[in-house]
C-alpha cells in the first residue's frame, strides 16, 4: 500500500477529531454531576371556577407529558393520570411520590461549562362539559408546595 500525501493528512486529521473526542468522553466522565429532585407524595386541590368566579360543576385534569398528548401515567396515586372533580368544582389529586431529573452539568475539555437543564416536564388539561378544554404547563416546584391553586374555564360558544 502506498502512502501519499493525501492519505497521510486525512489520517492526521481522523487521528485529531478522534483524539478531540476521546478527550471530550473523558472531561464529561471527570467533571458530571446530575441533580435530582424529589417530592414526597401529598396531596393537592384544584378549584375549577368560569369566568364569573362560579363553580364549574363536573371537571377533569388530564396530567400529560410536555407538548404532548400522551398520559403521565403512575402520577397520581391511583396509578392514572386522570382526576375528575364534583358538583362544586373541586378536584382532589393524590400525587406519587417521584424523583425526577432537574439537570447534568459538566465541563467540556475541563473548561467549558455545559448544563442541561430539564425541568419535570407535565401539563395539566382541565376539561368540563359545556366549557372550552384549557391546558396548562405544571412546574413542580411550585405547584405542588401549594395547597389550592384555582383555575379559570371559559364557557364554550
Not at 15 to 29: E, R
Request: charged share 25%; glycine share 8%; proline share 4%.
Amino acid at each position: 500500500m502506498r502512502v501519499t500525501k493525501r492519505t497521510g493528512k486525512l489520517g492526521i486529521v481522523l487521528f485529531a477529531v478522534i483524539v478531540v473526542l476521546v478527550l471530550a468522553g473523558i472531561s464529561y466522565s471527570t467533571t458530571s454531576r446530575i441533580t435530582h429532585a424529589s417530592w414526597a407524595s401529598g396531596e393537592w386541590i384544584l378549584l375549577v371556577r368560569d369566568e364569573e368566579g362560579r363553580a364549574v360543576p363536573n371537571p377533569t385534569v388530564d396530567v400529560l407529558l410536555r407538548g404532548s398528548e400522551d398520559l403521565a401515567l403512575d402520577f397520581l396515586q391511583n396509578g392514572k393520570a386522570r382526576a375528575a372533580g364534583d358538583e362544586n368544582g373541586r378536584i382532589v389529586c393524590k400525587y406519587a411520590s417521584f424523583s425526577e431529573t432537574v439537570y447534568t452539568r459538566w465541563r467540556l475539555f475541563w473548561i467549558v461549562p455545559i448544563t442541561n437543564k430539564g425541568h419535570p416536564s407535565f401539563d395539566l388539561r382541565f376539561s368540563a362539559p359545556g366549557y372550552e378544554t384549557k391546558r396548562i404547563p405544571m412546574f413542580l416546584e411550585i405547584s405542588l408546595h401549594q395547597r389550592e391553586s384555582t383555575i379559570t374555564l371559559s364557557k364554550r360558544e
